[in-house]
């Protein structure tokens, strides 16, 4: 079946640095892709989308990009804020509409 | 626009117990989910619905039941509370009409606590 592994947190960054959350998908023909962003204490919300290979996403500053050749779709941020804080959970979406997610990373920014 | 609300945000049960989770969405989707987040085990996939009248076993549906009667809301039922439930559950919903991509739209959660 589908599935998706993303890299175990947590991530910790001073603020500023650079980030890359890395993501690989297995999936049948070619579903969407998603980054899911979950505050503390909240829902998730959808950071960032991509819907067909090579297409990028972006968001707040984070982009990703749908690498069909690499099945991946990394999440990358130039200048993380302590404001960037949160699980970020990876997720694709075939024919079925039942997504299967990542276990979710866990960022810390330090100030 | 209120998008997926969940009632209660927070609840603490005794073993055996009953309750129900309500999940009302105002968007006019098709799908929607129950999960559960637990630490370490992201989020699992307890039952879902692709319409009206309609429901399915998700990863975990053991211990809990559910009703779609209206479209715009989703029922989560636990019939005798066990520990192991305690957890925040997460209410879902999706379109699912002309060229849908799937993505979801998250409650805010509702935090169960058995004991």
């Known amino acids: 079946g589908d599935s998706v592994t993303q890299m175990e947190g947590p991530v910790t960054l001073s603020e500023e640095a650079f980030l890359t959350i890395n993501c690989t998908y297995t999936?049948?023909?070619?579903?969407?892709l998603f980054w899911y962003v979950q505050y503390p204490g909240e829902g998730l919300q959808l950071l960032l989308k991509?819907?067909?290979?090579?297409d990028k996403g972006s968001n707040k500053g984070f982009e990703a990009t749908y690498r069909k050749e690499t099945t991946s779709f990394h999440l990358e941020k130039g200048s993380v804020q302590v404001s960037d804080s949160a699980v970020y959970f990876c997720?694709?979406?075939?024919?079925?509409?039942?997504?299967?997610f990542g276990r979710g990373t866990s960022l810390i920014v330090h100030p | 626009n209120a998008g997926v609300t969940q009632t209660p945000k927070f609840r603490v049960l005794k073993t055996g117990q009953s309750m129900t989770l309500l999940c009302a969405q105002d968007?006019?989707?098709?799908?929607m989910y129950w999960y559960r987040q637990d630490p370490g085990m992201g989020l699992r996939l307890i039952h879902y619905?692709?319409?009206?009248?309609?429901?399915a076993k998700g990863e975990v549906p053991d211990g809990y039941n559910v009703s779609r009667l209206k479209k715009q809301n989703f029922l989560l039922g636990l019939e005798s509370a066990a520990p192991s439930q305690t957890s925040v559950y997460f209410c879902?919903?999706?379109?699912?009409?002309?060229?849908?991509?799937?993505?979801?739209?998250f409650g805010e959660g509702s935090r169960l606590t058995v004991l």
């Open positions: 997720a694709s979406s075939g024919g079925s509409y039942i997504p299967t």
């Open positions: 999936a049948t023909g070619y579903p969407s």
């Open positions: 991509a819907t067909k290979a090579d």
């Open positions: 968007m006019n989707h098709e799908y």
């Open positions: 619905s692709v319409g009206e009248g309609t429901t």
């Open positions: 879902a919903s999706s379109y699912a009409g002309f060229n849908p991509t799937g993505e979801l739209f």
